[in-house]
């Protein structure tokens, strides 16, 4: 856990840079932001005007991976880490409506999510949600915390959605995903979004850029073989690593190439 977590959430906020998750709810169309939070996000838009919709797209993929995992997987159990400010269709929502026995834990360590987080502490009767405040950084505080709401005998979805590119160094990235992998029984499986420069066009690459200069925390974008590699080791299934708006679509439009790759892979 952070250092500072025995601090008041609200001594935490700094509501004069922008923040991440703040941002995102801004380009999700949602109302808790601040003023300098539609400032970067609006120059982030006008740099690179497909953000909204890679933001729209990643939260889809998040619906269709969640469903397929409380559905035809089995998932009863869920670790969300990077989880957010509360939108429509929070992991606990879909997994619980498909299997209502379903246990979410969400983890983050943006204060302003943890103010918020009652909201996505709602669960239905038989299942159980629970939020631990926690650092992506830190996968061994992460594990202990959720052992509390999560059997780690038991498969385990650990949800890594645009996270991963808030740790900078490749290899600690890899670290991070091989050290919840091996807290988990075979039968789990691991849901990631990264965002990467090789799909989506021009502009992203400038406008990363310019986040990195203006707002917290800091980004990097990966290639899909830099993605795949953080997977060495489990089953990916199809479609495979791709445009998150193109992952198992069936039955509607095929969706656009935006820049973030997502990815379903299960641990044998
Ligand atoms: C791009 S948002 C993604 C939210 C959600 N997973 C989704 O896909 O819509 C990234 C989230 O990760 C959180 N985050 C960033 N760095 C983190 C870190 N080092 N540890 C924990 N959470 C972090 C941010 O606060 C934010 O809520």
Request: proline share 5%; charged share 20%.
């Amino acid at each position: 856990m952070s250092d500072d977590s025995a601090q008041q959430p609200g001594e935490r906020i700094a509501s004069h840079i922008a923040h991440n998750a703040r941002v995102w709810n801004y380009w999700l169309g949602g109302k808790d932001h601040y003023e300098v939070d539609e400032q970067v996000g609006t120059m982030v838009t006008s740099m690179y005007p497909s953000i909204g919709e890679v933001a729209r797209a990643d939260r889809d993929f998040l619906g269709r991976a969640v469903g397929f995992l409380a559905g035809e997987a089995g998932i009863r159990q869920f670790l969300d880490i990077g989880t957010g400010l509360p939108t429509v269709d929070n992991t606990h929502e879909v997994a619980q409506r498909i299997a209502p026995d379903a246990r979410i834990v969400y983890v983050d360590n943006d204060p302003i999510v943890l103010t918020h987080a009652r909201a996505l502490l709602t669960s239905s009767a038989e299942g159980s949600t629970s939020y631990v405040d926690a650092d992506a950084h830190d996968p061994a505080a992460i594990i202990e915390a959720a052992s509390g709401t999560l059997d780690f005998d038991k498969p385990v979805a650990i949800m890594l959605l645009g996270i991963l590119n808030f740790v900078l160094d490749t290899d600690e990235a890899t670290s991070i995903v091989r050290r919840l992998v091996d807290a988990v029984p075979s039968g789990s499986y691991v849901v990631l979004t990264h965002p990467t420069l090789e799909l989506g066009g021009e502009g992203n690459e400038a406008a990363m850029k310019f986040w990195n200069e203006n707002a917290t925390p800091p980004i990097t974008a990966r290639t899909g073989a830099e993605v795949a590699a953080f997977l060495d080791g489990l089953e990916i299934l199809e479609p495979g690593l791709v445009s998150c708006a193109r992952w198992r679509t069936e039955g509607t439009e095929e969706g656009p190439l935006v820049a973030q790759f997502g990815v379903v892979a299960r641990k044998p």
